[in-house]
Nanobody, 115 residues
Framework: QVLLGESGGGLVQPGGSLRLSCIVS????????MGWYRQAPGKQRELVAG???????NYADSVKGRFAISRDLAKSTMYLQMNSLKPEDTAVYYC?????????WGQGTQVTVSS
């Protein structure tokens, strides 16, 4: 069983920044596919940013140039740096990791962008 825990969400004004963290129980490896997803009220969960199994990164078009995904394998932690936040970024953000044929999700952290 792999457990994931997100933190770092909160209320921020438009144009502000937040850094989300996702700590994973056990070791993580560079060949793990991992990512951040978000789900806004009434909308489908969508991929925000992720690492492929080859270590490449990909981003949703809506966050390119504003968000940056990273991870620290030694700390078993993945991050999402979010800059220039917009009201439309408001959602619950979830981290996800694939281990073998199974994928695991965190409980989510709320990000609210509002003045």
């Amino acid at each position: 069983q792999v457990l994931l825990g997100e933190s770092g969400g909160g209320l921020v004004q438009p144009g502000g920044s937040l850094r989300l963290s996702c700590i994973v129980s056990g070791r993580i490896f560079s060949f793990y596919a991992m990512g951040w997803y978000r789900q806004a009220p009434g909308k489908q969960r969508e991929l925000v940013a992720g690492f492929t199994g080859t270590g490449d990164t990909n981003y949703a078009d809506s966050v390119k140039g504003r968000f940056a995904i990273s991870r620290d394998l030694a700390k078993s932690t993945m991050y999402l740096q979010m800059n220039s936040l917009k009201p439309e970024d408001t959602a619950v953000y979830y981290c996800n990791v694939w281990v073998g044929v199974n994928d695991y999700w965190g409980q989510g952290t709320q990000v609210t962008v509002s003045s």
